[in-house]
């Protein structure tokens, strides 16, 4: 289980916080779990979960003793995933894309620095890898993350920056500020970006940024394959149909207020 560490932002930011380390369960969870975690006492930790309860936002299992996330925070959920999601406009580029190339495509946006996923086209022949809509992963090794961070501002990136862990999760994954850096500058220039193999063993992918009229990243969109089945060469032949898919989305997008990073 992550352990939970306090932000600053009050009451509010830390009740935040214990929900957040009860979805980073991944299940019904124990309040002894829960506090073994937690920097927080035991009786302000409980004091948190019997508001978020009472709220909604978690429910209480009285037989089982343990903590979920509630219904109130799902229908939050759905209501942000319908308004604030490109997920809705995207769709039937994602399909008509997925039935014209038969691989796997990502749509993901950035959240507080990380990648959120939220929509997936499995290929005609899946393949078993980390991501799933609505799973948030790294920004700094995969092929969206980097073409979204490409396009930010100078200071907006070094606040993402600063948020990514530089995990070694191969050997050729980015280890070093520096090394992004310079990945990112390639990427702004070149207009997509890769993955190779920089999250997981055998996946590689292209990702392009979706840009607003203003030219910022409001999400990207990849193909995904195993090193097995293509090469980088034969996925950057693809840059132009995901450009044309991403501007189409951007088109559609226009009207609707979503939120820039």
């Known amino acids: ?18 929900l957040d380390s009860v979805a980073a369960v991944g299940g019904p ?3 002894t779990d829960l506090l073994a975690n937690s920097p927080f006492p035991k009786a302000t930790l409980y004091r948190f979960l ?5 709220q909604g936002m978690l ?27 490109l997920a809705p ?6 399909d008509r894309l997925s039935a014209e190339l038969g691989e796997t495509l990502h749509l993901a946006q950035l959240d507080q620095g990380q990648v959120l996923y939220v929509d997936k086209r499995n290929a005609a022949q ?11 992963g790294p920004a700094y090794c995969t092929g969206v993350g980097k073409a979204m961070m490409a396009h930010l501002p100078p200071d907006a990136v070094e606040q993402v920056m600063v948020r990514q862990s530089f995990h070694r999760f191969t050997p050729h994954t980015y280890t070093t500020p520096a ?12 207009g997509y970006a890769f993955d190779r193999e920089e999250h997981e063993p055998g996946i590689i992918c292209i990702a392009v940024p979706i840009l607003s009229d203003r030219g910022r990243a409001i999400g990207a969109i990849s193909v995904t394959s ?5 090469d980088l060469g034969a996925l950057k032949l693809l840059a132009p149909r995901l450009r044309a898919v991403a501007q189409d989305i951007a088109g559609d997008a226009r009207d609707w207020r979503f939120p820039e990073q």
């Not at 306090?6 to 509010?12: I, K, L, R, S, Y």
């Not at 899946?126 to 948030?136: H, L, Y």
């Not at 090394?179 to 070149?190: G, Q, S, Y």
């Open 126 to 136: 899946p393949v078993e890898m980390f991501s799933s809509a609505g799973k948030v």
């Open 59 to 85: 429910s209480y299992d009285p037989d089982r003793q343990t903590y979920a996330l509630g219904m109130r925070l799902v229908r939050l959920a759905h209501t942000a995933w319908s308004r604030s999601s």
């Open 1 to 18: 289980m992550n352990k939970i560490v306090e932000t600053g932002d009050g009451t509010v930011g830390k009740a935040l916080e214990v």
């Open 29 to 31: 969870v124990r309040f």
């Open 226 to 230: 195993t090193t097995t089945r293509t």
């Open 50 to 54: 019997q508001t978020l309860t009472h």
């Open 89 to 94: 406009i995207a769709r039937p580029h994602l």
């Open 179 to 190: 090394e992004l850096a310079a990945e990112l500058t390639a990427i702004t220039k070149r």
